[in-house]
């Protein structure tokens, strides 16, 4: 999952990320290893060597807990709150811990548990690797975007998408559980085709959040990615791996946009 976009006098590699994995996933592919060594600078989707935790933690509170009264079930209503309550006690999720949650951080929290269950954590993660790397190396890392306005996207939903996520967040956790294996050898070896298909499934069923989580974020990122072709130094580019896959992915954009980009697979040519 790396492309590289062609600059006059530099070079942009744009790397799909998992954000979470297992120890045993590692070492990584050596196209991760290459393309950290040709760049320069690492661009984030938030730039983390510099997260505030306070002020993260700060939004949580006042956008993602449910203020007076009203619990998860209040805003997802009865019926759709029963189905995901029944569907939860099936893959041993306790939904009545997150009654407070707002339904898009309850969807986060959930997907959180499922992965961790299997033993996927945000230390062994792309991000959290790449950052130790770059940190003991002295190369500068910057975001494209901040916690804030991360958390902001979802907490921006409607309340229906937010609750139709959340219930379909736990209706696919077991096929996740099963599926995760195929889609981190599909990432491995930068299978396209596959990840398009299960990275968008979900999304594809609910156009607010699909827009909000991926078309809209990848459109903003199109002209700042553009500038860097202006530099000298090289850079590389780590975002979620479903921004990189479908027609309006970044590699595609960029492409429309006139930038030569071509996907890499075992070596930097």
Known sequence: MVWVAEGDTNRVYLMGSIHVLREQDHPLPDIVEAVYEEAERLVMEIDMDDIDPFSALQFLMQNGVLQGDDTLKDVMG????????????????????????????AAMTVQEMIMMRVGFKAEFGIEMYLMAKATADGKPITGLETVEQQLGFLDGLSPD????????????GRRMEILIDEMVAAWRSGDVQFLEKELLLEMDTHPELHDAILVDRNKSW?????????????????????????????PDLLSKQGVRIKQLHESLR
């Open 161 to 172: 998408t937010q609750s139709r996520w959340l219930l379909q967040s736990i209706l696919e």
């Open 78 to 105: 009865a019926e759709m709150y029963a189905q995901a309550e029944a569907s939860a006690a099936e893959i041993d999720i306790p939904i009545e811990l997150l009654e407070k949650s707002e339904p898009w951080l």
């Open 222 to 250: 199109i002209n700042p990615i553009i500038d860097l072709l202006d530099e000298r130094d090289d850079y590389l580019v780590i975002v979620g791996a479903a921004h990189l896959v479908g027609e309006d992915g970044v």
